[in-house]
């Protein structure tokens, strides 16, 4: 049968492989704030997949291609796919950063107020102290304490001082968080 004439899972065209997980989505009407630290990694990945490892697949593609039979080559399969995910990354990439607003946090340094690219120390109403730094939608991993400047928590703390006491709506009810502390990093070099 031709693949033609085959259904593919909601609307998933052929050879469309957006099985990846989903990216970070930007508010609408909000801009794609970034610091400069960040704005480096994603250039630095851009970079590579443009200089380095898309001209390597594309060899890599070009050569299994040149054996014969593709339908069945493992490597020219496994290239395309390969390929296409490269791609997809660096159109994402280049319309991230075409969109950022790159925001150095150092210029708060000293400040008791919180701000985008802060490290902020809380407690919540259940005497459990945290530390967050909040940053922007693609560079922040929640996994060593950082947070979106979109994420709820952030949301709440942004502009509040060290002592205020900020309400922090949940599924189980509004929790109370007194900011103990706000530091800002040192000024980026590059």
């Given at each position: 049968?031709?693949?033609?004439?085959?259904?593919?899972?909601?609307?998933?065209?052929?050879?469309?492989?957006?099985?990846?997980?989903?990216?970070?989505?930007?508010?609408?009407g909000?801009?794609?704030?970034?610091?400069?630290?960040?704005?480096?990694?994603?250039?630095?990945?851009?970079?590579?997949?443009?200089?380095?490892?898309?001209?390597?697949?594309?060899?890599?593609?070009?050569?299994?291609?040149?054996?014969g039979?593709?339908?069945?080559?493992?490597?020219?399969?496994?290239?395309?796919?390969?390929?296409?995910?490269?791609?997809?990354?660096?159109?994402?990439?280049?319309?991230?950063?075409?969109?950022?607003?790159?925001?150095?946090?150092s210029?708060?340094?000293?400040?008791?107020?919180?701000?985008?690219?802060?490290?902020?120390?809380?407690?919540?109403?259940?005497?459990?102290?945290?530390?967050?730094?909040?940053?922007?939608?693609?560079?922040?991993?929640?996994?060593?304490?950082?947070?979106?400047?979109?994420?709820?928590?952030?949301?709440?703390?942004?502009?509040?001082?060290?002592?205020?006491?900020?309400?922090?709506?949940?599924?189980?009810?509004?929790?109370?968080?007194?900011?103990?502390a706000?530091?800002?990093?040192?000024?980026?070099?590059?």
């Amino acid at each position: 049968m031709s693949k033609a004439f085959t259904k593919e899972p909601d609307g998933q065209l052929d050879g469309d492989d957006d099985d990846l997980p989903s990216l970070p989505k930007i508010p609408a009407g909000s801009k794609n704030y970034i610091t400069p630290q960040g704005y480096a990694v994603l250039k630095a990945e851009l970079l590579a997949l443009i200089d380095e490892e898309r001209p390597k697949v594309v060899e890599t593609v070009h050569w299994a291609a040149s054996n014969g039979d593709r339908s069945e080559n493992g490597d020219y399969l496994y290239g395309k796919r390969r390929l296409r995910e490269i791609d997809r990354r660096i159109r994402f990439l280049t319309k991230r950063l075409e969109m950022a607003e790159v925001v150095d946090p150092s210029v708060h340094a000293g400040s008791d107020q919180v701000f985008f690219g802060a490290t902020v120390t809380y407690v919540d109403d259940e005497d459990v102290q945290r530390t967050i730094t909040i940053l922007g939608i693609d560079e922040a991993q929640t996994r060593q304490g950082q947070v979106s400047w979109v994420a709820p928590v952030a949301r709440a703390l942004l502009k509040a001082r060290v002592g205020d006491e900020v309400p922090l709506p949940t599924p189980a009810g509004v929790r109370m968080l007194e900011v103990l502390a706000v530091e800002y990093p040192q000024a980026y070099k590059k």
